[in-house]
């Protein structure tokens, strides 16, 4: 992989490389490694490719959300298998219609069905099935096939704890599912977004882990233990990231201090801010020796 990048690079005439953003696959830190070596050679790296590799922070968050839907897995299931259920059949789906017209349904979206390994495609799922229930609770009353074949698929038949589950976790993951679509544009720069994305992601685990529903605890506390893998402190973060938010002007140095205070102990988060403006003094000490034979060829032009 990392040959094939690095090909690719040179047909488009591509010497210096920053930084590459790549998911937490163990064969991207390997195509990685071998990027950053050739680079290093060629000495067209910044600090020997230090900021080198940014991991995603969709992904991140994926990784996050991921382990604590665990613990909801039933309750989604079972939306899940009655969404299959419909779907599996164009009468079933057509009669489905009617029951959500005389249930007053005025939503006009359709039913759309999960992969289980992607957790935004779950909430679109159960977000998209929590505007139907009305019409669920009807069809369940006018088909006979129904409550039997979701017995005998394993799963069961939503009821009014999971409905009450699954319009929770809905709620719970939008914030997430908003974050992910945010950082994932193609349009516009999302680096200097990086500080905003991992402290609403921080104090949203926070306020669900204090707060007084046990089930969402238990999720925000599952998402804490994998968010402080990637982001619990700066030796494991890229520290560029937050020299992109000191260098957006709406920011600055004051606004990474205050969110660093926000979300960490203040002795730890005093040593993280020191660590980040050191890091920002380095990258200008090399960044004005990179430019200082070019302003003094420009001057002596100049004379």
């Known amino acids: 992989m990392g040959k094939a990048i690095s090909k690719c690079l040179g047909d488009w005439g591509i010497q210096k490389i920053f ?9 991207n830190d390997v195509a990685v490694r071998h990027l950053k070596k050739k680079y290093n050679v060629a000495r067209t790296s910044i600090l020997g490719g230090r900021f ?26 079972r939306v899940r298998g009655a969404v299959r259920y419909f779907r599996q059949s164009l009468t079933r789906l057509v009669k489905f219609k009617e029951c959500a017209v005389s249930a007053r349904v005025k939503n006009k979206c359709l039913l759309c069905l999960d992969v289980n390994t992607r957790w935004n495609s779950t909430f679109l799922m159960l977000d998209t099935t929590l505007k139907f229930q009305r019409a669920f609770v009807s069809f369940e ?3 006979n096939g129904y409550i039997p074949e979701l017995i005998k698929s394993g799963d069961g038949v939503p009821d009014d704890r999971d409905w009450a589950n699954v319009r929770r976790i809905s709620r719970f993951l939008r914030e997430f599912y908003d974050l992910t679509f945010s950082v994932s544009g193609t349009s516009y720069i999302t680096t200097n977004a990086f500080l905003d994305s991992i402290s609403d992601v921080y104090t949203t685990l926070i306020e669900w882990q204090n707060g007084d529903d046990v089930d969402l605890q238990s999720m925000a506390i599952r998402m804490k233990e994998k968010y402080d893998k990637y982001w619990g402190n700066t030796e494991k973060m890229n520290l560029v990231l937050f020299i992109a938010a000191i260098l957006d002007p709406t920011k600055k140095l004051s606004y990474v201090e205050f969110t ?12 993280m801010f020191s660590l980040v403006t ?6 200008l000490s090399c960044y004005r020796n990179m430019l200082q034979p070019l302003a003094r060829d420009v001057g002596e032009g100049g004379q």
Not at 19 to 27: G, K, L, Q, Y
Not at 260 to 271: G, H, K, R, V
């Open 19 to 27: 930084s590459i953003t790549v998911d937490n696959a163990s064969s």
């Open 260 to 271: 660093l205070l926000d979300m960490y102990p203040p002795t730890q988060a005093s040593i």
């Open 141 to 143: 009353l006018c088909d």
């Open 52 to 77: 080198f590799h940014v991991r995603c922070i969709a992904h991140v968050v994926n990784l996050v959300v991921s382990d604590g839907l665990k613990d909801m897995n039933t309750s989604i299931a």
């Open 278 to 283: 050191q890091t920002m003094d380095e990258l």
